[in-house]
Every structure is written in C-alpha cells, then in structure tokens.
C-alpha cells in the first residue's frame, strides 16, 4: 500500500543544535517534494521544494535532501530556535493526469531554550 | 495581499444540518484546493478546481459532499447532511497553475459536528 511516513514522536532539541525530520515514503514516485511548517491552529505554509532530479536544496537555515532510491527525504534546520517550534509537514508532488500533492501526517518540532 | 480568506473560523452544528464553508481566493491564482485535516488521517485532498473546472474530486468522501466554484476568485465546500465524522479543520488553499508551485493555505474552518 502506499504510505507516506514522518516521525509522530514529537523531535526535542536544544536550541542552537541542529534538527533533523525524516519523511519516508512507499509505492509512490514523486516528481517533487515540499515540506510545509504548520503552527497550532494556522494553516500550513510552504517552505521548500525540491525536484527528482536535486539531491539537496537550501534556504537560510533550511536544508532538505532527497534520495529517490532510499525513497526518503531529510529536513535540516541548522541553528535551531525556540522560534522554529512547530509540526512540519512533508508533501509528495505526484504527476497523475494532473500534478497532485499527498501530505504525510507531520512532525512536531520543540526547541527548548 | 490579503491571503486565502476562509469562512467560518469556527462552526458547531448539529448532525443532520447543512453546513457550507467558504473560501476567497488570492487574487491571480487560478487553482483552488479543499483539504481536510485530522488528527488520524492527517491532510486530506477532497478536490482540485483550474480555472474554476473541476479537475479531481476522487477526495470526496461521499455524495453528501459537494463543492462550487461559481467564479475565479471564491469557492463553497458543502455537507449536507452533516454527520459527526465530518468534525475536521477544513482548509482552502490556491496557487498560480497547480500543484507543483507553491500553494497558499487559508487558516482552516474547524467544524465539530454534534
């Protein structure tokens, strides 16, 4: 069956470390991948795109990879804050007919001071 | 800009009512999404309009659930008859040409069906 699959452990990091959320996926071939930042009763807003054909991609503090063997993809927030606390969510891009984005159930983020 | 405008914030409904849920796009996009979200099932694509066409409603969860798209700019998502199982946040998100750009998400219509 397909799956799309984030840590549903909330991740506590110190603030300054760096935090690392994984976002692994099955039976599907996404011709992108977005990871999105959602805070407690907002919607969610986009972040970052990365293609099939990036291996990694940046934006300040941002880093995510995608290694469409591992059928995985990493999201890297260096210098971590207290500021960066929230669920983050990662997004397939799949092209069926028309291009459609299926959501993974997210990762809770807190950074402690 | 002011962003995807949802309305309302907050319904509480009996079962059996109608309830109609609605949605302001940003101004120039021209696709418009209904997600659903839960806590079990997460983020949830119900339907994709473009160009104010229907394009993919294999998300709706059944006939008791419809959605308008009577212009470019504004889009209704309605149940009827309500049924506890719909209590979810229901957002509203539009792009410029599709999926695969960047999509703007409303802040939610968190209904709780009673």
């Known amino acids: 069956s397909q799956k799309i699959e984030q840590n549903s452990e909330a991740l506590n990091i110190q603030e300054g470390k760096t935090a690392t959320l994984t976002c692994n996926y099955t039976?599907?071939?996404?011709?992108?991948l977005q990871w999105y930042r959602q805070d407690p009763g907002r919607g969610p807003v986009f972040l970052l795109l990365?293609?099939?054909?990036?291996k990694e991609k940046r934006k300040e503090r941002l880093k995510v990879t995608f290694d469409t063997t591992l059928k995985q993809s990493l999201f890297h927030i260096t210098a971590s804050q207290p500021a960066d606390s929230a669920t983050y969510l990662c997004a397939l891009g799949l092209s069926t007919g028309f291009q459609k984005l299926v959501f993974g159930t997210g990762t809770r983020l807190l950074v402690s001071p | 800009d002011a962003g995807v405008i949802q309305s309302p914030r907050h319904e509480v409904t009996e079962m059996g009512q109608e309830v109609t849920l609605r949605c302001k796009l940003i101004s120039g996009h021209n696709s418009l999404f209904w997600y659903r979200q839960t806590m079990m099932r997460g983020l949830e694509l119900l339907i994709y309009?473009?160009?104010?066409?229907?394009?993919?409603d294999s998300g709706m969860p059944e006939d008791r659930f419809s959605a308008k798209m009577p212009n470019a700019s504004f889009s209704t998502l309605k149940i009827q008859p309500s049924e506890p199982r719909d209590s979810a946040v229901y957002f509203c998100a539009s792009s410029f040409k599709g999926p695969g750009n960047t999509i703007y998400f409303g802040e939610g219509s968190w209904l709780t069906v009673v």
């Open positions: 990365i293609r099939e054909n990036e």
């Open positions: 039976n599907y071939s996404p011709a992108y």
């Open positions: 309009f473009n160009n104010n066409v229907p394009i993919d």
